[in-house]
Protein backbone atom coordinates (compact mmCIF):
# COMPACT_ATOMS: atom_id res chain seq x y z
CA UNK A 1 0.00 0.00 0.00
CA UNK A 2 1.11 3.48 -1.20
CA UNK A 3 2.30 6.22 1.69
CA UNK A 4 -0.59 8.42 0.89
CA UNK A 5 -3.28 5.32 0.66
CA UNK A 6 -2.19 4.38 3.83
CA UNK A 7 -2.52 7.72 5.44
CA UNK A 8 -5.88 8.34 4.47
CA UNK A 9 -7.10 4.86 6.03
CA UNK A 10 -5.82 5.23 9.61
CA UNK A 11 -5.11 9.04 10.00
CA UNK A 12 -7.39 11.64 11.00
CA UNK A 13 -7.74 14.12 7.91
CA UNK A 14 -7.17 17.35 10.11
CA UNK A 15 -4.67 18.58 6.87
CA UNK A 16 -4.92 19.58 3.58
CA UNK A 17 -1.70 18.04 2.18
CA UNK A 18 -0.20 18.32 -1.15
CA UNK A 19 -0.30 15.03 -3.15
CA UNK A 20 3.42 14.41 -2.44
CA UNK A 21 5.14 11.73 -0.20
CA UNK A 22 8.50 12.46 1.28
CA UNK A 23 10.99 9.80 2.14
CA UNK A 24 14.44 11.24 2.05
CA UNK A 25 16.05 14.70 2.12
CA UNK A 26 19.43 16.34 1.98
CA UNK A 27 20.60 20.10 2.16
CA UNK A 28 18.01 21.79 0.27
CA UNK A 29 16.62 19.13 -1.33
CA UNK A 30 13.66 16.43 -0.57
CA UNK A 31 12.68 13.34 -2.99
CA UNK A 32 9.61 11.67 -2.97
CA UNK A 33 8.44 7.61 -3.17
CA UNK A 34 9.21 8.43 -6.96
CA UNK A 35 12.72 9.24 -6.33
CA UNK A 36 11.50 12.93 -7.81
CA UNK A 37 13.70 15.88 -6.23
CA UNK A 38 12.16 19.04 -4.49
CA UNK A 39 14.22 22.08 -3.94
CA UNK A 40 12.29 23.46 -0.51
CA UNK A 41 12.10 26.58 0.07
CA UNK A 42 9.45 25.62 3.27
CA UNK A 43 11.86 23.86 5.75
CA UNK A 44 8.83 22.03 7.19
CA UNK A 45 7.27 25.67 8.00
CA UNK A 46 10.88 26.57 9.17
CA UNK A 47 11.64 24.04 11.28
CA UNK A 48 14.70 22.51 9.24
CA UNK A 49 16.88 25.27 9.93
CA UNK A 50 20.22 23.74 8.85
CA UNK A 51 18.19 22.00 5.96
CA UNK A 52 17.42 18.16 5.54
CA UNK A 53 20.01 16.24 7.38
CA UNK A 54 22.65 18.40 8.10
CA UNK A 55 25.72 15.89 8.91
CA UNK A 56 26.78 17.98 12.45
CA UNK A 57 23.20 17.88 13.45
CA UNK A 58 22.34 14.21 12.44
CA UNK A 59 26.08 13.18 14.22
CA UNK A 60 25.06 15.09 17.61
CA UNK A 61 21.34 13.88 17.91
CA UNK A 62 22.51 10.20 17.27
CA UNK A 63 24.98 10.32 19.90
CA UNK A 64 22.70 11.20 22.61
CA UNK A 65 19.66 8.96 21.37
CA UNK A 66 22.78 6.43 21.97
CA UNK A 67 23.42 7.43 25.17
CA UNK A 68 20.92 8.62 26.96
CA UNK A 69 16.80 9.37 25.11
CA UNK A 70 14.54 10.65 27.62
CA UNK A 71 14.85 11.74 31.73
CA UNK A 72 11.50 13.39 32.35
CA UNK A 73 12.06 16.58 34.69
CA UNK A 74 12.63 14.32 37.89
CA UNK A 75 16.90 14.30 36.99
CA UNK A 76 19.45 16.77 35.59
CA UNK A 77 20.85 16.49 32.14
CA UNK A 78 23.66 18.04 30.10
CA UNK A 79 22.26 18.96 26.86
CA UNK A 80 19.65 20.73 28.27
CA UNK A 81 21.39 22.42 31.10
CA UNK A 82 23.85 23.81 27.95
CA UNK A 83 21.43 24.75 26.04
CA UNK A 84 19.51 27.14 28.70
CA UNK A 85 23.21 28.99 29.23
CA UNK A 86 22.83 29.43 25.46
CA UNK A 87 19.68 30.73 25.50
CA UNK A 88 20.60 33.09 28.03
CA UNK A 89 23.83 34.35 26.94
CA UNK A 90 22.36 34.69 23.26
CA UNK A 91 18.94 36.62 24.40
CA UNK A 92 20.28 38.44 27.33
CA UNK A 93 17.80 36.88 29.26
CA UNK A 94 17.95 34.72 32.35
CA UNK A 95 16.06 31.73 32.55
CA UNK A 96 14.29 28.98 30.39
CA UNK A 97 11.42 26.50 30.48
CA UNK A 98 11.37 24.09 27.71
CA UNK A 99 8.08 22.65 26.54
CA UNK A 100 7.73 20.53 23.45
CA UNK A 101 5.84 23.17 20.98
CA UNK A 102 5.20 26.66 19.84
CA UNK A 103 2.11 26.39 21.73
CA UNK A 104 3.03 24.91 24.58
CA UNK A 105 6.10 28.08 25.03
CA UNK A 106 2.91 30.62 24.41
CA UNK A 107 0.60 28.51 27.06
CA UNK A 108 3.80 29.37 29.90
CA UNK A 109 4.65 32.71 28.54
CA UNK A 110 1.03 33.32 29.27
CA UNK A 111 0.58 31.49 32.28
CA UNK A 112 3.71 33.08 33.68
CA UNK A 113 2.15 36.98 32.52
CA UNK A 114 -1.01 36.51 34.50
CA UNK A 115 0.86 34.99 37.88
CA UNK A 116 3.33 37.98 37.98
CA UNK A 117 0.70 40.24 37.52
CA UNK A 118 -1.53 38.54 40.25
CA UNK A 119 1.41 38.45 42.59
CA UNK A 120 1.65 42.24 42.42
CA UNK A 121 -1.84 43.98 41.66
CA UNK A 122 -4.14 40.71 42.59
CA UNK A 123 -7.04 39.30 40.95
CA UNK A 124 -8.76 40.90 37.78
CA UNK A 125 -5.70 42.31 36.17
CA UNK A 126 -5.57 39.12 33.70
CA UNK A 127 -5.88 40.62 30.08
CA UNK A 128 -3.14 39.26 27.37
CA UNK A 129 -3.61 41.76 24.81
CA UNK A 130 -2.60 40.53 21.15
CA UNK A 131 -2.63 42.43 17.61
CA UNK A 132 -4.89 42.15 14.99
CA UNK A 133 -3.89 39.16 12.50
CA UNK A 134 -1.92 37.14 15.12
CA UNK A 135 -1.26 33.75 15.53
CA UNK A 136 -0.18 31.92 18.98
CA UNK A 137 -1.07 28.28 18.41
CA UNK A 138 -3.57 25.75 18.25
CA UNK A 139 -4.40 25.09 21.83
CA UNK A 140 -7.99 26.76 23.00
CA UNK A 141 -6.36 28.72 24.87
CA UNK A 142 -3.52 29.97 22.39
CA UNK A 143 -6.12 30.62 19.55
CA UNK A 144 -8.23 32.55 22.16
CA UNK A 145 -4.73 34.55 21.79
CA UNK A 146 -5.00 34.36 18.49
CA UNK A 147 -6.46 37.51 16.39
CA UNK A 148 -8.00 36.11 14.05
CA UNK A 149 -11.59 35.18 12.81
CA UNK A 150 -11.08 32.15 10.83
CA UNK A 151 -9.59 30.50 13.61
CA UNK A 152 -12.65 31.46 16.24
CA UNK A 153 -15.04 29.02 14.89
CA UNK A 154 -16.22 25.22 16.31
CA UNK A 155 -14.40 25.25 19.83
CA UNK A 156 -16.66 27.65 21.90
CA UNK A 157 -16.38 28.77 25.05
CA UNK A 158 -13.12 30.25 24.17
CA UNK A 159 -10.85 30.91 27.10
CA UNK A 160 -11.65 34.62 28.41
CA UNK A 161 -9.14 37.45 29.03
CA UNK A 162 -7.62 38.25 25.78
CA UNK A 163 -8.18 41.11 23.81
CA UNK A 164 -6.40 42.69 20.46
CA UNK A 165 -5.53 45.62 19.18
CA UNK A 166 -4.34 46.94 15.41
CA UNK A 167 -0.83 46.41 14.39
CA UNK A 168 1.27 49.69 14.25
CA UNK A 169 -1.50 51.54 15.98
CA UNK A 170 0.00 53.34 19.08
CA UNK A 171 -2.70 55.32 19.87
CA UNK A 172 -5.23 52.36 19.58
CA UNK A 173 -2.56 50.53 22.30
CA UNK A 174 -2.38 53.57 24.67
CA UNK A 175 -6.24 53.62 24.87
CA UNK A 176 -6.59 50.04 25.43
CA UNK A 177 -3.92 49.87 28.09
CA UNK A 178 -5.24 52.66 29.38
CA UNK A 179 -8.46 50.96 30.11
CA UNK A 180 -6.74 48.96 32.20
CA UNK A 181 -6.76 45.51 33.35
CA UNK A 182 -3.80 44.20 31.31
CA UNK A 183 -1.00 42.04 32.48
CA UNK A 184 1.03 41.71 29.19
CA UNK A 185 1.71 42.84 25.44
CA UNK A 186 2.00 39.44 23.19
CA UNK A 187 3.22 40.31 19.61
CA UNK A 188 5.50 38.88 16.71
CA UNK A 189 8.22 40.80 15.20
CA UNK A 190 7.06 39.76 11.53
CA UNK A 191 3.28 38.26 11.51
CA UNK A 192 3.88 34.80 9.64
CA UNK A 193 0.56 33.28 9.37
CA UNK A 194 -1.56 36.53 9.37
CA UNK A 195 0.21 37.51 6.04
CA UNK A 196 3.96 38.37 6.64
CA UNK A 197 3.18 41.64 8.13
CA UNK A 198 6.80 43.32 9.57
CA UNK A 199 5.74 45.55 12.35
CA UNK A 200 7.58 49.05 12.64
CA UNK A 201 10.19 50.21 14.32
CA UNK A 202 8.82 53.45 16.01
CA UNK A 203 5.60 51.33 17.20
CA UNK A 204 7.67 48.76 19.13
CA UNK A 205 9.71 51.03 20.60
CA UNK A 206 6.85 53.34 22.19
CA UNK A 207 4.75 49.67 22.94
CA UNK A 208 8.05 48.81 25.10
CA UNK A 209 8.06 52.20 26.54
CA UNK A 210 4.05 51.76 27.36
CA UNK A 211 4.78 48.33 29.01
CA UNK A 212 7.11 49.96 30.80
CA UNK A 213 4.83 52.61 32.10
CA UNK A 214 2.04 50.56 33.17
CA UNK A 215 3.91 47.63 34.43
CA UNK A 216 2.77 45.30 31.41
CA UNK A 217 5.08 42.67 30.52
CA UNK A 218 6.03 42.59 26.78
CA UNK A 219 5.66 39.09 25.25
CA UNK A 220 7.88 38.26 21.92
CA UNK A 221 6.51 35.49 19.71
CA UNK A 222 9.65 34.19 18.31
CA UNK A 223 8.32 30.63 17.70
CA UNK A 224 8.89 31.12 13.75
CA UNK A 225 11.19 34.43 13.77
CA UNK A 226 13.78 33.29 16.27
CA UNK A 227 17.20 31.29 15.63
CA UNK A 228 18.34 32.63 12.89
CA UNK A 229 15.16 33.05 10.15
CA UNK A 230 15.05 36.70 10.04
CA UNK A 231 18.99 37.00 10.18
CA UNK A 232 19.39 37.80 13.81
CA UNK A 233 19.48 35.07 16.40
CA UNK A 234 15.74 36.36 17.56
CA UNK A 235 14.21 39.20 15.69
CA UNK A 236 13.71 41.94 18.32
CA UNK A 237 17.41 42.14 18.18
CA UNK A 238 17.01 44.07 14.85
CA UNK A 239 15.21 46.54 17.30
CA UNK A 240 16.06 48.37 20.43
CA UNK A 241 13.89 46.27 22.66
CA UNK A 242 14.42 44.46 26.36
CA UNK A 243 11.28 41.83 25.84
CA UNK A 244 9.85 40.52 29.40
CA UNK A 245 9.86 37.12 27.74
CA UNK A 246 10.27 35.69 24.21
CA UNK A 247 8.95 32.09 22.77
CA UNK A 248 10.72 29.72 20.79
CA UNK A 249 10.04 26.43 18.68
CA UNK A 250 10.30 25.85 15.03
CA UNK A 251 13.80 26.24 14.20
CA UNK A 252 15.53 25.77 17.23
CA UNK A 253 15.40 21.62 17.13
CA UNK A 254 16.44 21.66 13.74
CA UNK A 255 14.12 19.10 13.00
CA UNK A 256 12.82 17.74 16.12
CA UNK A 257 9.76 18.90 18.63
CA UNK A 258 10.92 21.87 21.50
CA UNK A 259 9.37 24.58 22.79
CA UNK A 260 11.15 26.95 25.05
CA UNK A 261 10.24 30.22 27.05
CA UNK A 262 13.04 32.61 27.69
CA UNK A 263 12.53 34.81 30.96
CA UNK A 264 14.00 37.97 31.30
CA UNK A 265 14.64 39.35 35.00
CA UNK A 266 11.62 40.74 36.35
CA UNK A 267 10.03 37.58 36.24
CA UNK A 268 12.37 34.77 36.09
CA UNK A 269 11.51 33.74 39.43
CA UNK A 270 7.52 33.97 38.87
CA UNK A 271 6.95 30.15 38.44
CA UNK A 272 7.85 28.44 41.20
CA UNK A 273 8.06 24.49 41.87
CA UNK A 274 4.66 22.97 40.34
CA UNK A 275 3.12 26.09 38.37
CA UNK A 276 3.97 24.15 35.06
CA UNK A 277 5.57 21.36 34.06
CA UNK A 278 5.95 19.11 31.04
CA UNK A 279 6.92 15.65 31.10
CA UNK A 280 8.92 15.61 27.59
CA UNK A 281 10.12 19.23 28.44
CA UNK A 282 13.75 19.20 28.21
CA UNK A 283 14.18 15.87 26.25
CA UNK A 284 17.90 15.29 26.21
CA UNK A 285 18.00 14.21 22.36
CA UNK A 286 15.86 17.51 21.02
CA UNK A 287 18.35 19.84 23.27
CA UNK A 288 21.51 17.90 21.62
CA UNK A 289 20.10 18.94 18.13
CA UNK A 290 19.69 21.99 19.42
CA UNK A 291 22.34 23.13 20.72
CA UNK A 292 23.89 21.78 17.03
CA UNK A 293 21.97 24.35 15.63
CA UNK A 294 22.69 27.07 17.83
CA UNK A 295 26.41 26.08 17.63
CA UNK A 296 26.28 26.81 13.87
CA UNK A 297 24.55 30.38 14.19
CA UNK A 298 27.25 32.41 15.13
CA UNK A 299 27.87 36.09 13.15
CA UNK A 300 29.01 35.26 9.94
CA UNK A 301 26.10 32.61 9.56
CA UNK A 302 23.41 35.28 10.42
CA UNK A 303 25.30 38.42 8.34
CA UNK A 304 25.27 35.45 5.39
CA UNK A 305 21.31 34.89 6.42
CA UNK A 306 20.32 38.54 6.47
CA UNK A 307 22.23 39.13 2.86
CA UNK A 308 20.48 36.15 1.10
CA UNK A 309 17.23 37.55 2.23
CA UNK A 310 18.45 40.23 0.48
CA UNK A 311 19.03 38.45 -2.66
CA UNK A 312 15.75 36.54 -2.24
CA UNK A 313 13.23 39.83 -1.92
CA UNK A 314 15.14 41.46 -4.79
CA UNK A 315 14.53 38.49 -7.04
CA UNK A 316 11.24 37.94 -5.95
CA UNK A 317 10.45 42.03 -6.93
CA UNK A 318 11.36 41.39 -10.33
CA UNK A 319 8.69 38.16 -11.29
CA UNK A 320 5.84 38.95 -13.18
CA UNK A 321 2.59 38.88 -11.11
CA UNK A 322 4.04 39.52 -7.96
CA UNK A 323 2.85 43.15 -6.84
CA UNK A 324 4.50 43.47 -3.53
CA UNK A 325 7.58 41.72 -1.27
CA UNK A 326 7.85 41.81 2.55
CA UNK A 327 9.59 39.82 5.51
CA UNK A 328 13.10 40.03 7.05
CA UNK A 329 15.78 37.90 6.85
CA UNK A 330 14.86 34.61 5.08
CA UNK A 331 11.14 34.73 6.38
CA UNK A 332 9.72 36.35 3.09
CA UNK A 333 6.20 37.09 1.42
CA UNK A 334 5.52 37.75 -1.61
CA UNK A 335 1.85 39.23 -2.41
CA UNK A 336 0.52 38.33 -5.79
CA UNK A 337 -1.76 40.35 -8.47
CA UNK A 338 -5.21 39.84 -8.13
CA UNK A 339 -6.84 36.78 -9.05
CA UNK A 340 -4.39 34.55 -8.45
CA UNK A 341 -4.30 32.29 -5.87
CA UNK A 342 -1.23 32.05 -3.45
CA UNK A 343 -2.29 28.21 -2.99
CA UNK A 344 -2.81 27.62 -6.82
CA UNK A 345 0.83 28.68 -7.17
CA UNK A 346 1.94 26.56 -4.48
CA UNK A 347 0.51 23.46 -6.10
CA UNK A 348 1.76 24.45 -9.68
CA UNK A 349 5.15 25.07 -8.59
CA UNK A 350 5.20 21.35 -6.39
CA UNK A 351 4.77 19.99 -9.68
CA UNK A 352 7.81 21.62 -11.15
CA UNK A 353 9.58 20.59 -8.25
CA UNK A 354 9.59 23.33 -5.88
CA UNK A 355 8.03 23.08 -2.62
CA UNK A 356 6.07 26.19 -1.50
CA UNK A 357 4.22 27.96 1.87
CA UNK A 358 1.43 30.68 1.59
CA UNK A 359 0.30 32.60 4.31
CA UNK A 360 -3.51 34.04 3.40
CA UNK A 361 -2.85 35.80 0.19
CA UNK A 362 0.71 35.82 -0.25
CA UNK A 363 3.14 33.29 -0.85
CA UNK A 364 5.39 32.54 1.93
CA UNK A 365 9.22 31.64 2.03
CA UNK A 366 11.14 30.02 4.58
CA UNK A 367 13.71 27.85 2.87
CA UNK A 368 16.53 26.40 5.08
CA UNK A 369 19.09 29.10 6.35
CA UNK A 370 21.93 26.81 4.56
CA UNK A 371 20.28 27.44 1.14
CA UNK A 372 22.81 29.11 -1.72
CA UNK A 373 22.21 31.84 -3.60
CA UNK A 374 22.35 29.87 -6.46
CA UNK A 375 19.97 27.83 -5.19
CA UNK A 376 17.82 31.22 -4.18
CA UNK A 377 17.93 31.49 -8.17
CA UNK A 378 17.07 27.92 -8.94
CA UNK A 379 13.74 28.23 -7.35
CA UNK A 380 13.09 32.01 -8.12
CA UNK A 381 13.35 30.74 -12.21
CA UNK A 382 11.05 28.28 -11.42
CA UNK A 383 8.35 29.92 -9.73
CA UNK A 384 8.96 32.41 -12.80
CA UNK A 385 7.95 29.93 -15.39
CA UNK A 386 4.61 29.30 -13.29
CA UNK A 387 3.67 32.79 -12.67
CA UNK A 388 4.44 33.53 -16.75
CA UNK A 389 2.08 30.56 -17.80
CA UNK A 390 -0.50 32.27 -15.57
CA UNK A 391 -0.38 35.58 -16.82
CA UNK A 392 -0.66 34.23 -20.13
CA UNK A 393 -3.53 32.35 -19.44
Partial sequence: MDIQTLEHAHTAQTYARFPTALVRGEGVYAWDEQ???????TSGIGVNSLGWCDAQWCAAVSAQAA???HTSNLYYTRPAAELAQTLAEKSGLSAVFFGNSGAEANECAI???????????GA???TILTLDQSFHGRTVTTLSATAQAQYHQHFFPFTEGFDSVPANDIAALQAR?????????MLEIVQGEGGLNLLDGAYLAEAQRLCREHDVLLLIDEVQTGIGRTGQMFAFQHFDLSPDIITLAKGLGGGLPIGAAVFGARCRDTLGRGDHGSTFGGNPVCCAGANAVLARLDAAFLAEVRRKGEALQAALRGLPNVRAVSGLGLMVG????DGIAAGEVAEAARQRGLLLLTAKHKLRFLPPLIISEQEINE????????LADLHRA
Fill in 35 to 41: GKPYLDF
Fill in 67 to 69: QLQ
Fill in 111 to 121: KTARKYSRDRY
Fill in 124 to 126: HRH
Fill in 177 to 185: LAQGGVCAL
Fill in 334 to 337: AELA
Fill in 379 to 386: GVAILREV
